[in-house]
């Protein structure tokens, strides 16, 4: 598949998914870039704004399989990746998946469970694998996760630290809605006569294997990478920051990039790309000085500042 057969792709699969999700076209994109750079996303908004449902939307528009894991205060790290059960049948103890084993996977809450169940979680997202006494078992591909978080009720919640949140590609919000978009759910819900929707596959597992493969053939500009590096490093010398982004986030930054310019119908990286992820990729990776916690400083104030102040390289390069 070639970068202009994925953006025929991306888009369909796109037109598909906003028939359930109304309106956040922009935020979406950065979903399916994310999935599309072989990597998670994390969704942290408010409730009722559409997090699980972009998530099985994109399950049932990309044709994978979809689990979802409800995280709560009492989830155990086997209640994930699976355990050992012992088969009358069979005289034996046999391997029983969790529901990590699947093609798309809805962490709902993630902040809600111990960090102990947070870690296995993320420790299948890195490595595609689980090990249970003593056996790896391989995760099928693509795997992907879409964790959710909730920020308006803190007690009895594990925030992830930054480490771990440097695991996700991109963090994202939704939003509310504009008027117009709110009137649009609402009478589509009634003309649908049910609560449910159901999409149709746009493409399968195979094809979705073969866009992403498809990315990896976009060509980015030594400037352009230059940028990426330049941006990353800004955040570490910033003085409203008490921890910068790692080299894993200028390399999410040139990563995310191609695939945003595959959904946008080019096969060359720009500037523009970079600048339209970088808060979707950075903000989450930095932490602001402990003295600023309650302020109305974050890590998303700082990044957007970083791209006034940080030189982009012209407009117009392409390799």
């Known amino acids: 598949?070639?970068?202009?057969?994925?953006?025929?792709?991306?888009?369909?699969?796109?037109?598909?998914?906003?028939?359930?999700?109304?309106?956040?076209?922009?935020?979406?994109?950065?979903?399916?870039?994310?999935?599309?750079?072989?990597?998670?996303?994390?969704?942290?908004?408010?409730?009722?704004?559409?997090?699980?449902?972009?998530?099985?939307?994109?399950?049932?528009?990309?044709?994978?399989?979809?689990?979802?894991?409800q995280f709560t205060p009492d989830l155990l790290p086997s209640d994930l990746t699976g355990s050992f059960v012992y088969d009358q049948g069979r005289a034996e103890f046999v391997?029983?998946?969790?529901?990590?084993?699947?093609?798309?996977?809805?962490?709902?809450?993630?902040?809600?469970t111990p960090p102990k169940t947070q870690a296995a979680l993320l420790e299948s997202m890195q490595e595609r694998q689980v090990t249970i006494e003593g056996q790896t078992f391989a995760l099928p591909r693509p795997f992907h996760v879409v964790a959710t978080a909730n920020p308006v009720e803190y007690e009895g919640t594990?925030?992830?630290?930054?480490?771990?949140?440097?695991?996700?590609?991109?963090?994202?919000?939704?939003?509310?809605?504009?008027?117009?978009?709110e009137i649009d759910v609402l009478e589509r819900r009634m003309a649908r006569r049910e609560e449910a929707i159901t999409l149709s596959p746009v493409i399968d597992a195979s094809e979705l294997i073969a866009m992403q493969d498809a990315v990896e053939q976009?060509?980015?500009?030594?400037?352009?990478?230059?940028?990426?590096?330049?941006?990353?490093?800004?955040?570490?010398?910033?003085?409203?920051?008490?921890?910068?982004?790692?080299?894993?986030?200028?390399?999410?930054?040139?990563?995310?990039?191609?695939?945003?310019?595959?959904?946008?119908?080019?096969?060359f990286v720009t500037p523009?790309?970079?600048?339209?992820?970088?808060?979707?990729?950075?903000?989450?990776?930095?932490?602001?000085?402990?003295?600023?916690?309650?302020t109305s400083v974050s890590g998303v104030d700082v990044v957007r500042e970083l791209l006034q102040t940080v030189a982009a390289p012209s407009s117009r390069v392409r390799s």
């Open 272 to 294: 523009e790309d970079v600048k339209s992820v970088a808060t979707a990729v950075l903000a989450h990776r930095v932490s602001v000085l402990p003295e600023l916690w309650m």
């Open 158 to 181: 594990y925030p992830l630290p930054e480490a771990q949140l440097d695991r996700f590609l991109s963090r994202i919000a939704f939003g509310y809605p504009e008027e117009a978009e």
């Open 95 to 112: 391997f029983r998946e969790g529901p990590v084993f699947t093609g798309l996977l809805l962490a709902d809450e993630i902040n809600r």
């Open 1 to 69: 598949m070639t970068p202009s057969d994925a953006t025929r792709r991306a888009g369909e699969v796109l037109d598909q998914v906003e028939l359930a999700v109304i309106g956040k076209r922009k935020q979406l994109e950065v979903v399916l870039a994310t999935i599309l750079a072989g990597g998670h996303v994390l969704i942290e908004d408010n409730p009722g704004l559409g997090k699980t449902l972009a998530a099985r939307s994109f399950a049932q528009s990309l044709g994978l399989s979809f689990a979802r894991a």
């Open 218 to 267: 976009v060509r980015v500009d030594p400037s352009v990478t230059q940028y990426c590096v330049r941006l990353a490093a800004a955040t570490r010398s910033h003085g409203q920051l008490a921890m910068g982004s790692s080299p894993r986030g200028s390399l999410a930054l040139v990563l995310l990039a191609r695939s945003v310019a595959v959904v946008r119908g080019r096969d």
